[in-house]
């Protein structure tokens, strides 16, 4: 079976004088078109990096990443990132914001209308329309995040790359914001990988969750299958026995198995 | 008994123009519809609050300065005297006699249009050089020292190198507000791009911005603020600098006529210009402060 997105052997080090600290080690991993992927470690395991190196903003030392079984190494609309603090560009309203990404990838496919169309159906999407002429300094941080998703999707990327999407957020917002992803994934059916480091988030969106030992050089120690049918519902699933269990997987995995040795 | 009912009156009394007591109610249940004449009243304050204080200060100051000259034998002017001897320059700042002769418009403008080149010249190449020193880490290794180094030589000594370069007093003097004022602009400039956030830098890579919409698109927008600051010390620079150049150079210009006036001892010309001369930069900063806001109104991190 061919995979959509394959990372092949990566190993990534980071060297600054004579030292080289290693922060990948050998990560192989395959995604199938439509997945929803997510990975989850402690804080400083390298997932942030790892999902720079399939965007192609670090470059890995050794292996590298195939898309549709072309290698990419350098960044592209075709795997959009949606960053952790929504990096929307505070001097252009929200409209402008999506537009930026729009108007460099259908510059020759879309005309100017077409165009305008697209970057509001976006919005539509995640439900921003009607903020499309603020700024991101007078939305709330959750609208930001919309905003930040919206652009990512109007690049209609082949792998849309979620980097703690939901992580600045307070509870309530990231829940609603899930449900909304979620939603989005069931209708348009994105590839999507996700770097996270809260459980339930993980088990809640994931068809497989890809566990990391604690760095320097992490790996890949586990990846769990999340045997889950779709359409999930948040208030269902926290009685049900199979989201419990795989909950308790990721649990035992991090807690048991790769204690973050450095928290105090 | 009769204490209270006294007091009452006594506060009423003492703020007879907006009588808050009674309109207080109506504005808390209908913020947004205040009477308009309230508006007007609450927007006079506001400027009285600005305007009173300074002009009070400037009265003290006036008065004290009188007091100080009005002896005979004092070696300046009081103001009455400055008025007095600056009348006609004040009512009538557009005659042309022909020569250096001239209206204190004609000095003004001419020292302003020697700014308006030489500073425009500045911030293009300010600008320019400052983003390349903070974009490329080798022209700043190339660059930076030598910046420093020349940003610390005082106007005036650049203008004996100028004249001999240019063999002609107009050229010199914008060549010296171009030197004096495209220092900070070149430094605050560099330090705006290298702080431009890696996000964006991130953002503009994922949408494959090339280079020329990375720099009209991100750069410009995102160092605003830090190049504002420095075009705003630059004009600063630039108006003290032409003050001082054109007394050398002579010919027409503010500079010159505040020379011309102690060569033929009218201080209370000097006194007049150097008012003119504070005013007009004044203007000048917050001309730039204004722009600066416009143009950075969404640039602030949130």
Redesign the interface.
């Known amino acids: 079976m061919q995979a959509y997105l394959k990372l092949d052997h990566i190993d990534k080090a980071f060297s600054r004088g004579n030292a080289t600290t290693e922060v990948l080690k050998d990560i192989n991993l395959t995604i199938e078109k439509g997945e929803y992927v997510s990975i989850i470690g402690h804080s400083g395991c390298g997932k942030s990096t790892l999902l720079n190196i399939v965007?192609?903003?670090t470059g890995a030392t050794n292996g590298g990443v195939l898309l549709e079984n072309r290698e990419v190494n350098?960044?592209?609309?075709d795997?959009?990132?949606v960053?952790q603090?929504h990096?929307l560009?505070?001097?252009?309203t929200v409209y402008e914001n999506v537009k930026?990404?729009v108007d460099?990838?259908f510059s020759s496919t879309k005309t100017r209308a077409e165009r305008d169309a697209w970057v509001m159906h976006n919005l539509n999407l995640v439900q921003m329309a009607h903020a499309k002429d603020k700024?991101?300094?007078e939305i709330s941080g959750g609208m930001k995040q919309r905003v930040g998703i919206a652009r990512a999707l109007a690049?209609e990327p082949k792998v849309l790359l979620l980097d703690e999407p939901f992580g600045a957020l307070d509870a309530l917002t990231r829940a609603h914001l899930q449900d909304s992803v979620m939603a989005l994934h069931q209708k348009l059916g994105n590839t999507i990988l996700m770097i996270t480091h809260d459980v339930d988030e993980a088990v809640l969106l994931s068809d497989r969750i890809v566990m990391m030992t604690n760095g320097p050089s992490a790996r890949i120690g586990e990846v769990l299958e999340v045997p889950l049918a779709r359409p999930r519902k948040r208030l269902e699933l926290a009685t049900n026995p199979g989201y419990l269990k795989c909950r308790q997987r990721v649990l035992e995995f991090l807690y048991e198995r790769h204690r973050f040795v450095e928290a105090a | 008994m009769t204490m209270p009912a006294i007091k009452a009156e006594a506060t009423a009394v003492a703020i007879p123009t907006a009588s808050p007591t009674s309109a207080a109610p109506v504005v808390t249940m209908t913020p947004k519809q205040a009477p308009r004449a309230e508006k007007y009243v609450k927007m006079g304050k506001e400027i009285a609050v600005r305007v009173v204080p300074p002009l009070i200060v400037l009265a003290l100051l006036m008065l004290f300065w009188e007091l100080v000259c009005r002896r005979t034998g004092s070696t300046l002017p009081p103001p009455s005297r400055v008025f007095k001897d600056t009348k006609e320059l004040i009512l009538d700042p557009f005659f042309d006699n022909g020569g250096i002769d001239k209206g204190l418009f004609w000095h003004l403008s001419a020292s302003l249009q020697r700014v308006a080149y030489g500073y425009s010249i500045a911030a293009i190449v300010g600008i320019a050089l400052g983003t390349l020193v903070g974009q490329s880490v080798w022209a700043m290794r190339g660059l930076d020292p030598l910046f420093q180094v020349l940003r610390t030589i005082p106007p005036l000594a650049w203008l004996p190198l100028s004249l001999a370069a240019f063999r002609d007093g107009q050229p010199s003097a914008i060549f010296v507000i171009f030197i004096t004022s495209v220092w900070p602009i070149i430094i605050n400039t560099a330090v705006g791009i290298r702080n431009i956030?890696q996000?964006?830098r991130?953002?503009a890579?994922?949408?494959?911005?090339n280079p020329l919409?990375f720099f009209s698109?991100?750069m410009i927008?995102?160092a605003?603020p830090y190049i504002f600051t420095g075009l705003r010390i630059g004009i600063g620079l630039s108006w003290l600098a032409i003050v001082a150049a054109e007394m050398l150079i002579g010919g027409v210009g503010i500079g010159f006529f505040i020379w011309d006036a102690w060569n033929s001892s009218h201080i209370s010309e000097i006194i007049l210009a150097l008012f003119y001369v504070g005013i007009i930069g004044f203007v000048l900063d917050r001309l730039i402060a204004g722009m600066a806001k416009i143009v950075?109104r969404?640039?602030?991190?949130?």
């Open positions: 965007a192609g903003l350098s960044p592209g609309p795997r959009a990132v960053f603090n990096s560009l505070p001097w252009l930026l990404g460099k990838v700024r991101p300094s690049m | 956030p996000d964006y991130n953002v890579a994922v949408v494959q911005l919409e698109k991100i927008p995102a605003a950075t969404g640039t602030a991190l949130n």
